[in-house]
Protein backbone atom coordinates (compact mmCIF):
# COMPACT_ATOMS: atom_id res chain seq x y z
CA UNK A 1 0.00 0.00 0.00
CA UNK A 2 2.70 2.79 1.02
CA UNK A 3 4.57 1.73 -2.37
CA UNK A 4 1.60 2.25 -3.53
CA UNK A 5 1.32 5.95 -2.72
CA UNK A 6 5.24 6.58 -3.13
CA UNK A 7 4.62 5.73 -6.66
CA UNK A 8 1.80 7.66 -7.17
CA UNK A 9 3.71 10.60 -5.32
CA UNK A 10 6.77 10.39 -8.08
CA UNK A 11 4.07 10.38 -11.07
CA UNK A 12 2.42 13.52 -9.91
CA UNK A 13 5.98 15.09 -9.53
CA UNK A 14 7.44 13.55 -12.49
CA UNK A 15 4.05 15.10 -14.30
CA UNK A 16 4.68 18.87 -13.17
CA UNK A 17 8.70 18.51 -14.27
CA UNK A 18 7.20 17.59 -18.05
CA UNK A 19 4.59 20.20 -17.95
CA UNK A 20 7.41 22.89 -16.78
CA UNK A 21 9.74 21.48 -19.52
CA UNK A 22 7.25 21.58 -22.03
CA UNK A 23 6.59 24.99 -20.41
CA UNK A 24 10.11 26.40 -21.16
CA UNK A 25 10.23 24.67 -24.35
CA UNK A 26 6.93 25.94 -25.86
CA UNK A 27 8.26 29.71 -24.48
CA UNK A 28 11.61 28.94 -25.98
CA UNK A 29 9.59 28.47 -29.07
CA UNK A 30 7.99 31.38 -29.02
CA UNK A 31 10.80 33.71 -28.18
CA UNK A 32 12.71 32.55 -31.27
CA UNK A 33 9.73 32.77 -33.42
CA UNK A 34 9.79 36.38 -32.16
CA UNK A 35 13.33 37.52 -32.66
CA UNK A 36 13.44 35.97 -36.18
CA UNK A 37 9.88 37.68 -36.90
CA UNK A 38 12.11 40.83 -35.84
CA UNK A 39 14.90 40.08 -38.55
CA UNK A 40 12.67 39.34 -41.04
CA UNK A 41 10.78 42.55 -40.95
CA UNK A 42 13.87 44.30 -40.59
CA UNK A 43 15.39 43.02 -43.62
CA UNK A 44 12.75 43.10 -46.13
CA UNK A 45 11.46 46.30 -44.86
CA UNK A 46 15.13 48.22 -45.13
CA UNK A 47 15.45 48.21 -48.77
CA UNK A 48 12.26 50.36 -49.11
CA UNK A 49 12.85 52.71 -46.11
CA UNK A 50 16.63 53.70 -46.09
CA UNK A 51 15.98 56.33 -48.83
CA UNK A 52 13.35 58.10 -46.45
CA UNK A 53 16.09 58.91 -43.89
CA UNK A 54 16.54 62.64 -45.38
CA UNK A 55 13.65 64.53 -46.31
CA UNK A 56 13.30 66.27 -49.13
CA UNK A 57 11.19 69.38 -50.01
CA UNK A 58 10.82 71.30 -53.22
CA UNK A 59 10.45 74.78 -53.71
CA UNK A 60 9.53 77.50 -56.86
CA UNK A 61 10.10 80.49 -57.68
CA UNK A 62 7.94 82.63 -60.42
CA UNK A 63 9.72 85.11 -62.08
CA UNK A 64 6.97 87.92 -63.77
CA UNK A 65 9.33 89.00 -66.29
CA UNK A 66 10.42 86.74 -69.37
CA UNK A 67 14.00 84.83 -68.47
CA UNK A 68 16.09 84.20 -71.49
CA UNK A 69 17.73 80.88 -71.71
CA UNK A 70 21.14 81.89 -70.60
CA UNK A 71 19.74 84.09 -67.77
CA UNK A 72 17.50 80.71 -66.88
CA UNK A 73 20.47 78.66 -67.68
CA UNK A 74 22.60 80.26 -65.14
CA UNK A 75 19.88 80.39 -62.53
CA UNK A 76 19.61 76.72 -62.85
CA UNK A 77 23.49 76.20 -62.67
CA UNK A 78 24.06 78.42 -59.64
CA UNK A 79 21.09 76.56 -57.75
CA UNK A 80 22.10 73.69 -58.74
CA UNK A 81 25.87 73.90 -57.69
CA UNK A 82 24.54 75.08 -54.14
CA UNK A 83 25.10 72.14 -50.93
CA UNK A 84 21.69 69.87 -50.60
CA UNK A 85 20.14 70.90 -53.85
CA UNK A 86 19.66 67.46 -55.94
CA UNK A 87 17.34 68.80 -59.16
CA UNK A 88 16.50 71.99 -61.01
CA UNK A 89 14.34 72.97 -63.90
CA UNK A 90 13.60 75.87 -65.32
CA UNK A 91 10.47 75.71 -67.54
CA UNK A 92 11.28 79.33 -69.80
CA UNK A 93 8.05 79.72 -71.18
CA UNK A 94 6.18 80.32 -68.08
CA UNK A 95 9.31 81.63 -66.22
CA UNK A 96 8.63 78.73 -63.34
CA UNK A 97 11.97 77.19 -61.64
CA UNK A 98 11.25 74.62 -59.38
CA UNK A 99 14.44 72.63 -57.34
CA UNK A 100 14.00 69.90 -54.56
CA UNK A 101 16.52 70.06 -51.56
CA UNK A 102 17.05 68.32 -49.24
CA UNK A 103 15.83 70.24 -46.13
CA UNK A 104 18.58 69.68 -43.31
CA UNK A 105 20.90 71.27 -45.70
CA UNK A 106 18.99 73.96 -47.41
CA UNK A 107 16.16 76.34 -47.10
CA UNK A 108 13.84 78.00 -50.23
CA UNK A 109 14.67 82.11 -48.50
CA UNK A 110 17.86 81.54 -48.06
CA UNK A 111 18.24 80.36 -51.96
CA UNK A 112 15.88 82.85 -53.17
CA UNK A 113 17.73 85.86 -51.63
CA UNK A 114 20.66 84.42 -53.67
CA UNK A 115 18.85 84.04 -56.76
CA UNK A 116 18.46 87.87 -56.28
CA UNK A 117 21.97 88.52 -56.02
CA UNK A 118 22.21 87.10 -59.15
CA UNK A 119 20.24 89.70 -60.72
CA UNK A 120 17.07 91.92 -59.53
CA UNK A 121 14.42 89.67 -61.05
CA UNK A 122 10.88 90.94 -60.47
CA UNK A 123 9.95 87.18 -58.72
CA UNK A 124 8.90 85.98 -55.67
CA UNK A 125 8.57 82.08 -53.99
CA UNK A 126 5.70 80.42 -54.82
CA UNK A 127 3.38 79.60 -51.94
CA UNK A 128 -0.13 78.88 -51.26
CA UNK A 129 -2.13 79.21 -48.10
CA UNK A 130 -3.90 75.94 -46.99
CA UNK A 131 -7.16 78.08 -47.53
CA UNK A 132 -6.44 78.45 -51.12
CA UNK A 133 -4.98 74.77 -50.84
CA UNK A 134 -8.65 73.92 -50.05
CA UNK A 135 -10.71 76.56 -52.78
CA UNK A 136 -8.41 73.94 -55.37
CA UNK A 137 -10.02 71.15 -54.20
CA UNK A 138 -7.58 69.34 -51.54
CA UNK A 139 -7.62 69.35 -48.20
CA UNK A 140 -3.86 69.80 -46.10
CA UNK A 141 -5.57 68.71 -43.19
CA UNK A 142 -6.28 64.91 -44.30
CA UNK A 143 -3.01 64.16 -45.14
CA UNK A 144 -2.65 60.48 -44.93
CA UNK A 145 1.03 60.61 -43.80
CA UNK A 146 -0.08 61.61 -40.55
CA UNK A 147 -2.00 58.34 -39.75
CA UNK A 148 -1.14 56.33 -36.67
CA UNK A 149 0.29 53.88 -39.10
CA UNK A 150 2.27 56.44 -40.72
CA UNK A 151 3.42 57.66 -37.34
CA UNK A 152 4.44 54.57 -36.24
CA UNK A 153 6.03 53.63 -39.62
CA UNK A 154 8.53 56.39 -39.40
CA UNK A 155 8.96 55.42 -35.81
CA UNK A 156 10.20 52.01 -36.49
CA UNK A 157 11.91 53.05 -39.78
CA UNK A 158 13.95 55.54 -37.57
CA UNK A 159 14.66 52.87 -34.74
CA UNK A 160 15.88 50.15 -37.37
CA UNK A 161 18.15 52.34 -39.32
CA UNK B 1 22.15 18.38 -18.09
CA UNK B 2 19.25 16.17 -19.71
CA UNK B 3 16.97 19.63 -19.58
CA UNK B 4 19.26 21.60 -21.09
CA UNK B 5 19.84 19.28 -24.36
CA UNK B 6 15.74 18.86 -24.27
CA UNK B 7 15.96 22.78 -24.79
CA UNK B 8 18.39 22.86 -26.64
CA UNK B 9 16.68 20.54 -29.17
CA UNK B 10 13.17 22.88 -28.49
CA UNK B 11 15.86 25.62 -29.81
CA UNK B 12 16.59 24.14 -32.92
CA UNK B 13 13.02 22.97 -34.28
CA UNK B 14 11.66 25.80 -33.45
CA UNK B 15 14.55 27.98 -35.38
CA UNK B 16 14.61 25.16 -38.51
CA UNK B 17 10.45 25.63 -38.10
CA UNK B 18 10.76 29.40 -38.65
CA UNK B 19 13.24 29.82 -41.06
CA UNK B 20 12.20 26.92 -43.69
CA UNK B 21 8.55 28.12 -43.24
CA UNK B 22 9.65 31.21 -43.88
CA UNK B 23 11.85 30.31 -47.08
CA UNK B 24 8.75 27.99 -48.32
CA UNK B 25 6.57 31.30 -48.88
CA UNK B 26 9.53 33.12 -50.50
CA UNK B 27 10.82 31.22 -53.39
CA UNK B 28 8.76 27.80 -53.09
CA UNK B 29 5.71 27.80 -55.99
CA UNK B 30 6.68 31.11 -57.66
CA UNK B 31 10.52 30.20 -58.10
CA UNK B 32 9.01 27.28 -59.07
CA UNK B 33 6.38 28.75 -62.11
CA UNK B 34 8.73 31.25 -63.33
CA UNK B 35 9.14 30.49 -67.25
CA UNK B 36 12.59 31.83 -68.61
CA UNK B 37 11.98 35.42 -69.88
CA UNK B 38 13.32 35.80 -73.39
CA UNK B 39 13.61 39.63 -73.62
CA UNK B 40 15.05 41.34 -70.80
CA UNK B 41 12.51 43.46 -68.32
CA UNK B 42 12.50 47.18 -68.53
CA UNK B 43 14.43 47.00 -65.02
CA UNK B 44 16.74 45.12 -66.56
CA UNK B 45 17.36 47.62 -69.37
CA UNK B 46 17.95 50.96 -67.03
CA UNK B 47 20.23 49.06 -65.03
CA UNK B 48 18.81 46.13 -63.32
CA UNK B 49 19.64 44.94 -60.12
CA UNK B 50 23.60 45.53 -59.80
CA UNK B 51 24.18 47.29 -57.17
CA UNK B 52 25.93 50.46 -56.93
CA UNK B 53 27.04 53.41 -54.64
CA UNK B 54 24.16 55.82 -53.56
CA UNK B 55 25.20 59.02 -54.45
CA UNK B 56 22.02 60.77 -52.51
CA UNK B 57 22.78 58.47 -49.17
CA UNK B 58 26.49 58.21 -49.05
CA UNK B 59 27.75 55.15 -47.40
CA UNK B 60 24.51 52.99 -49.02
CA UNK B 61 24.16 50.90 -52.01
CA UNK B 62 21.19 50.78 -54.32
CA UNK B 63 20.37 48.90 -57.50
CA UNK B 64 21.47 50.71 -60.73
CA UNK B 65 17.70 49.77 -62.06
CA UNK B 66 16.24 51.50 -59.22
CA UNK B 67 18.68 54.41 -58.82
CA UNK B 68 18.13 55.39 -62.82
CA UNK B 69 14.13 55.38 -62.14
CA UNK B 70 14.28 57.31 -58.66
CA UNK B 71 16.47 59.75 -60.75
CA UNK B 72 14.11 60.04 -63.56
CA UNK B 73 11.22 60.22 -61.21
CA UNK B 74 12.30 63.07 -59.15
CA UNK B 75 13.89 64.99 -62.16
CA UNK B 76 10.23 64.71 -63.21
CA UNK B 77 8.67 66.37 -60.36
CA UNK B 78 10.80 68.73 -60.82
CA UNK B 79 9.70 69.30 -64.22
CA UNK B 80 5.55 68.54 -63.36
CA UNK B 81 5.75 70.82 -60.57
CA UNK B 82 7.17 73.80 -62.95
CA UNK B 83 4.41 72.67 -65.45
CA UNK B 84 1.27 75.95 -64.64
CA UNK B 85 -1.07 73.55 -66.75
CA UNK B 86 -0.74 70.92 -64.24
CA UNK B 87 -0.41 72.73 -60.62
CA UNK B 88 -4.03 72.66 -60.45
CA UNK B 89 -3.96 69.07 -59.74
CA UNK B 90 -1.21 69.16 -56.49
CA UNK B 91 -3.00 71.69 -54.05
CA UNK B 92 -1.20 69.66 -51.25
CA UNK B 93 1.80 69.53 -52.67
CA UNK B 94 2.19 73.09 -53.23
CA UNK B 95 0.57 73.57 -49.72
CA UNK B 96 3.81 72.36 -48.48
CA UNK B 97 6.38 74.10 -50.06
CA UNK B 98 6.44 77.53 -48.43
CA UNK B 99 9.41 80.06 -47.64
CA UNK B 100 9.87 78.00 -44.67
CA UNK B 101 8.50 74.66 -45.27
CA UNK B 102 7.32 72.35 -42.63
CA UNK B 103 9.17 69.52 -41.87
CA UNK B 104 6.44 67.54 -44.20
CA UNK B 105 7.08 64.14 -46.08
CA UNK B 106 4.62 64.83 -48.57
CA UNK B 107 7.58 65.21 -51.46
CA UNK B 108 9.50 62.13 -49.73
CA UNK B 109 6.75 59.89 -49.80
CA UNK B 110 5.26 60.67 -53.52
CA UNK B 111 9.30 60.21 -54.38
CA UNK B 112 9.56 56.98 -52.92
CA UNK B 113 6.06 55.91 -53.92
CA UNK B 114 6.37 56.73 -57.56
CA UNK B 115 9.85 55.10 -57.54
CA UNK B 116 8.59 52.04 -55.97
CA UNK B 117 5.65 52.12 -58.44
CA UNK B 118 8.09 52.20 -61.31
CA UNK B 119 10.42 49.97 -60.18
CA UNK B 120 7.46 47.40 -59.76
CA UNK B 121 5.37 48.35 -63.28
CA UNK B 122 9.28 47.82 -64.91
CA UNK B 123 9.59 44.14 -63.20
CA UNK B 124 11.94 44.73 -60.61
CA UNK B 125 11.42 41.68 -57.89
CA UNK B 126 13.12 43.67 -55.40
CA UNK B 127 10.71 46.42 -54.13
CA UNK B 128 6.98 46.44 -53.38
CA UNK B 129 4.53 49.17 -54.45
CA UNK B 130 2.99 50.08 -50.94
CA UNK B 131 0.75 53.19 -52.04
CA UNK B 132 -3.11 53.79 -53.64
CA UNK B 133 -4.18 51.85 -56.15
CA UNK B 134 -3.58 54.18 -59.47
CA UNK B 135 -8.14 54.52 -59.91
CA UNK B 136 -7.68 55.70 -56.08
CA UNK B 137 -4.69 57.70 -56.03
CA UNK B 138 -6.22 59.91 -58.90
CA UNK B 139 -9.59 60.18 -57.68
CA UNK B 140 -9.77 63.49 -55.88
CA UNK B 141 -12.59 61.99 -53.65
CA UNK B 142 -10.39 59.15 -52.24
CA UNK B 143 -7.40 61.07 -52.23
CA UNK B 144 -7.68 64.48 -50.93
CA UNK B 145 -3.79 65.02 -52.40
CA UNK B 146 -5.52 65.11 -55.82
CA UNK B 147 -6.99 68.14 -56.72
CA UNK B 148 -9.29 67.41 -59.40
CA UNK B 149 -10.00 64.53 -62.27
CA UNK B 150 -7.35 64.46 -64.64
CA UNK B 151 -8.19 64.95 -68.73
CA UNK B 152 -6.79 63.01 -71.25
CA UNK B 153 -4.49 66.15 -72.26
CA UNK B 154 -3.27 67.10 -69.17
CA UNK B 155 -2.50 63.10 -68.76
CA UNK B 156 -0.16 63.63 -71.93
CA UNK B 157 1.48 66.34 -70.66
CA UNK B 158 1.86 64.89 -67.76
CA UNK B 159 4.09 61.69 -70.00
CA UNK B 160 5.20 64.87 -72.00
CA UNK B 161 7.12 65.77 -69.03
CA UNK B 162 8.38 62.38 -67.53
CA UNK B 163 10.19 62.46 -71.19
CA UNK B 164 11.27 65.74 -70.76
CA UNK B 165 12.68 64.10 -66.97
CA UNK B 166 14.08 61.40 -68.50
CA UNK B 167 15.93 63.39 -71.19
CA UNK B 168 17.29 65.20 -68.13
CA UNK B 169 19.18 62.13 -67.33
CA UNK B 170 20.49 61.43 -70.78
CA UNK B 171 17.69 59.42 -72.37
CA UNK B 172 16.13 61.00 -75.62
CA UNK B 173 14.29 59.86 -78.59
CA UNK B 174 17.05 60.82 -80.51
CA UNK B 175 19.47 58.19 -78.54
CA UNK B 176 17.52 55.27 -77.31
CA UNK B 177 14.55 55.55 -79.17
CA UNK B 178 13.14 52.01 -78.19
CA UNK B 179 13.90 52.32 -74.23
CA UNK B 180 11.41 55.85 -74.50
CA UNK B 181 8.97 54.27 -77.07
CA UNK B 182 8.85 51.24 -74.33
CA UNK B 183 8.56 53.71 -71.29
CA UNK B 184 5.75 55.72 -72.83
CA UNK B 185 3.77 52.79 -73.94
CA UNK B 186 4.26 51.18 -69.95
CA UNK B 187 3.09 54.53 -68.45
CA UNK B 188 0.10 55.02 -71.09
CA UNK B 189 -1.58 51.48 -69.72
CA UNK B 190 -2.14 53.27 -66.62
CA UNK B 191 -4.09 56.07 -69.08
CA UNK B 192 -7.67 54.22 -68.23
CA UNK B 193 -7.36 54.21 -64.56
CA UNK B 194 -5.76 57.67 -64.06
CA UNK B 195 -7.84 59.95 -67.00
CA UNK B 196 -11.04 60.18 -64.69
CA UNK B 197 -12.80 63.24 -66.48
CA UNK B 198 -13.81 61.81 -69.69
C1 LIG C 1 1.57 58.80 -66.34
C2 LIG C 1 1.02 58.01 -65.51
C3 LIG C 1 0.94 58.26 -64.01
C4 LIG C 1 1.43 57.43 -63.07
C5 LIG C 1 2.14 56.11 -63.31
C6 LIG C 1 1.13 58.02 -61.78
C7 LIG C 1 1.48 57.47 -60.58
C8 LIG C 1 1.31 58.06 -59.34
C9 LIG C 1 1.76 57.52 -58.09
C10 LIG C 1 2.48 56.18 -57.92
C11 LIG C 1 1.43 58.38 -57.11
C12 LIG C 1 1.69 58.21 -55.60
C13 LIG C 1 0.50 57.52 -54.98
C14 LIG C 1 0.64 57.29 -53.49
O1 LIG C 1 1.47 57.93 -52.85
O2 LIG C 1 -0.11 56.45 -52.95
C15 LIG C 1 0.77 59.51 -57.75
C16 LIG C 1 0.29 60.63 -57.09
C17 LIG C 1 -0.33 61.67 -57.71
N1 LIG C 1 -0.60 61.80 -59.05
FE1 LIG C 1 -0.11 60.49 -60.52
N2 LIG C 1 0.49 59.21 -61.97
C18 LIG C 1 0.34 59.40 -63.31
C19 LIG C 1 -0.28 60.47 -63.95
C20 LIG C 1 -0.86 61.54 -63.29
C21 LIG C 1 -1.54 62.64 -63.94
C22 LIG C 1 -1.78 62.75 -65.44
C23 LIG C 1 -1.92 63.51 -62.94
C24 LIG C 1 -2.65 64.82 -63.04
C25 LIG C 1 -2.74 65.52 -64.10
C26 LIG C 1 -1.47 62.96 -61.68
C27 LIG C 1 -1.66 63.54 -60.45
C28 LIG C 1 -1.22 63.01 -59.24
C29 LIG C 1 -1.39 63.70 -57.96
C30 LIG C 1 -2.04 65.06 -57.73
C31 LIG C 1 -0.82 62.86 -57.01
C32 LIG C 1 -0.66 63.15 -55.50
C33 LIG C 1 0.61 63.94 -55.35
C34 LIG C 1 0.95 64.24 -53.90
O3 LIG C 1 1.49 63.36 -53.20
O4 LIG C 1 0.69 65.37 -53.46
N3 LIG C 1 -0.83 61.76 -61.93
N4 LIG C 1 0.71 59.28 -59.11
Redesign the interface.
Known amino acids: MDNYKFTLLYVTFMKKRTIIKICIGLFSLLLISFVVLVMHINSVTKKNTTENINQRQLSRIDFKVHVDSTEANKIKNYVASLDGVDGTHFNIPEGIFTYSYKMNKQNSKVVFEKVMQLGNYDAHIFTISAADAQAMGGCPMKINDHSFSAYLTAYVTKFLN | MK?NI??LG??F???TL??SS?KKKDDGPAAMTVTPQPKPTLYERVGGTTMTA?P??TG?M?EKGRLTL?SVV??S???I????QLA?YF???????????K???????L??NFT?FMCVATGSK???Y?GLSMTETHD?ARN?????KANSADFDKFVGDIG?GLA?NGVTAANNKQLVDDLVALLYTTEEAIVQDK
Open positions: KFLACVAMTICDNNQIRDSINVAADGKPVLFAELGENPNTSGLTASKDTYLTPSRMGMTK
